[in-house]
């Protein structure tokens, strides 16, 4: 991710801790922007979340090398961590898209690819028709597991975590984590 991406992501996220996503003016917002393609709002979340896979991939060095249940595990927790660092912010997306589901649709393609990288960081083939069903299974867990990372207002995350430990403990009796 270039410095300029980076920039933008971190300038949206600020303006996000106290404004909403629907305050933003474009034409005010990137006027000597030099980043193509970003032509709307969703270009911007979508920015944003690049920017929060390309903090995970810099934190991976952090993370332990053990099962994929596990790896998984503490990826997922690292997400949150990241998500948590910018907590207003993300807060602020998540109730824009609530209110505007339609909206969704058009970030779910790099969703998926954020889970993607996600199974791949822990080492689970996202190949194949098992592949696909693991993807899907884990992009579900994420985000049920997100709407409680929402209301943990722990530091900690120790709700978070809880509930993630418990779902995945509940998909490994349907996912083989080898």
């Known amino acids: 991710m270039n410095q300029n991406k980076i920039s933008l ?5 600020q303006y996000l801790e106290k404004k909403k996503l629907r305050d933003i003016n474009l034409k005010n917002f990137l006027p000597d922007s030099k980043i ?3 032509n709307n709002k969703i270009d911007l979340i979508l920015n944003v979340n690049d920017f929060f896979d390309f903090q995970l ?14 790896m998984l595990f503490e990826i997922m927790m690292a ?5 948590n660092e910018y907590r207003a912010s993300v807060k602020n997306i998540i109730n824009h898209f609530m209110s505007r589901p339609k909206g969704v649709l058009k970030l779910m393609p790099k969703l998926i690819e954020s889970k993607i990288l996600i199974t791949t960081f822990a080492n689970i083939n996202p190949s194949g028709i098992q ?10 867990l994420y985000y049920i597991t997100l709407f409680t990372w929402y209301n943990d207002e722990n530091v900690s995350l120790e709700k978070t975590m809880s509930v993630l430990d418990k779902y995945l ?10």
């Open 9 to 13: 992501a971190k300038k949206t996220l």
């Open 36 to 38: 193509s393609n970003m």
């Open 57 to 70: 991939k810099k934190n991976l060095v952090n993370i332990e090398k053990s099962s994929q249940r596990d």
């Open 79 to 83: 997400r949150y961590d990241i998500l």
């Open 131 to 140: 592949g696909v069903i693991k993807i899907k299974i884990i992009f579900a």
């Open 169 to 178: 403990n509940n998909i490994e009796k349907v996912i083989k984590f080898s």
